[in-house]
Nanobody, 125 residues
Framework: QLQAYGGGLVQAGGSLRLACAASGRTFSSYPMAWFRQAPGKEREFVAAVSRSGDYTYHAQSVKGRFTISRDNAKNSVCLQMNSLTPEDTAVYYC????????????????????WGQGTLVTVSS
């Protein structure tokens, strides 16, 4: 089970740090990712991290502003979000995959089979 938290209301230009804690299963051997879904839009890929944490991949829309990281000792993954804009407003979901993904290519949500409940990020202008 995955539990995402850390969302909230922030002004444009501000920062938030999302975290996702895993329980009931060790996800250290699973690639993990963050997705987001804005109102009226499809869920989209944000960032992914390899099982070891050595490799990360970020969507072009967040590259240079967001950073994904993981701590396998704590069975958790984080998303540091800086320079937020109103376009970043969405429900953010953490996910894990039991597949041996190539994280920079396998970005579709269908590759991920474990999902958290989502945490809402609202960026005001």
């Amino acid at each position: 089970q995955l539990q995402a938290y850390g969302g909230g209301l922030v002004q444009a230009g501000g920062s938030l740090r999302l975290a996702c804690a895993a329980s009931g299963r060790t996800f250290s051997s699973y690639p993990m990712a963050w997705f987001r879904q804005a109102p009226g839009k499809e869920r989209e890929f944000v960032a992914a991290v390899s099982r070891s944490g050595d490799y990360t991949y970020h969507a072009q829309s967040v590259k240079g502003r967001f950073t994904i990281s993981r701590d396998n000792a704590k069975n958790s993954v984080c998303l540091q979000m800086n320079s937020l804009t109103p376009e970043d407003t969405a429900v953010y979901y953490c996910a894990a995959s039991s597949l041996a993904l190539r994280i920079q290519y396998n970005t579709a949500s269908g590759y991920y089979d474990y999902w958290g409940q989502g945490t809402l990020v609202t960026v005001s202008s």
